[in-house]
T-cell receptor
Framework: EPEVTQTPSHQVTQMGQEVILRCVPISNHLYFYWYRQILGQKVEFLVS????????KSEIFDDQFSVERPDGSNFTLKIRSTKLEDSAMYFC?????????????FGDGTRLSIL | SQQGEEDPQALSIQEGENATMNCSYKTSINNLQWYRQNSGRGLVHLIL?????REKHSGRLRVTLDTSKKSSSLLITASRAADTASYFC???????????FGTGTRLLVSP
């Protein structure tokens, strides 16, 4: 069964450094998402992306964050200058449709640790 | 108050027993979805129920939706140790794309 893959599985970065998290969505999906889960807390929506544009973003997704689909397969999340509070699991997801009539499929996540 | 609150927060049962988890939400929804998360892993989609549906089955899973009470329940029948995980409900609000997750129920199934 097709799956969403994320790399790396664990990223350790010094505070203030830039980090890029990578995702390969399911190949025929057109809608892409990033979520994060701080340890012990809910999964929170960050951003959705369609047709090379951000279609929706949360308050968390400030100017330090950006997303990109640099080629036909990868979908990346960049944090420009990391803070301690960015430490979390980051999940990429993709879906066939935009209104939730089809499920969002999630990767296994990248654990981001900011020192 | 939060969109998507599950109860109980934790549930411990024996193999073979049924597990019931409940989810309440605050606003009108397009659909409600249940996900499972094994420790340290990603979210696995279990079942989607649309706002005009009342009940849905998938294998050992049964989901109900009561839009008048803004609540849903997930029943896992004949549970197995492999069902040990956290279970989350998630809603799609009208006009939006994002999933709004609940707080989750941690299920422990003992052999």
């Amino acid at each position: 069964e097709p799956e969403v893959t994320q790399t790396p599985s664990h990223q350790v970065t010094q505070m203030g450094q830039e980090v890029i998290l990578r995702c390969v969505p399911i190949s025929n999906h057109l809608y892409f998402y990033w979520y994060r889960q701080i340890l012990g807390q809910k999964v929170e929506f960050l951003v959705s992306f369609y047709n090379n544009e951000i279609s929706e973003k949360s308050e968390i997704f400030d100017d330090q964050f950006s997303v990109e689909r640099p080629d036909g397969s990868n979908f990346t999340l960049k944090i420009r200058s990391t803070k301690l509070e960015d430490s979390a699991m980051y999940f990429c997801a993709s879906s066939e449709d935009e209104w939730g009539n089809q499920p969002q499929h999630f990767g296994d996540g990248t654990r981001l640790s900011i020192l | 108050s939060q969109q998507g609150e599950e109860d109980p927060q934790a549930l411990s049962i024996q193999e073979g027993e049924n597990a019931t988890m409940n989810c309440s939400y605050k606003t009108s929804i397009n659909n409600l979805q249940w996900y499972r998360q094994n420790s340290g892993r990603g979210l696995v989609h279990l079942i989607l129920i649309r706002s005009n549906e009342r009940e849905k089955h998938s294998g050992r899973l049964r989901v109900t939706l009561d839009t008048s009470k803004k609540s849903s329940s997930l029943l896992i029948t004949a549970s197995r140790a492999a069902d040990t995980a956290s279970y989350f409900c998630a809603t799609i609000l009208g006009g939006f794309q994002k999933l709004v997750f609940g707080t989750g129920t941690r299920l422990l199934v003992s052999p």
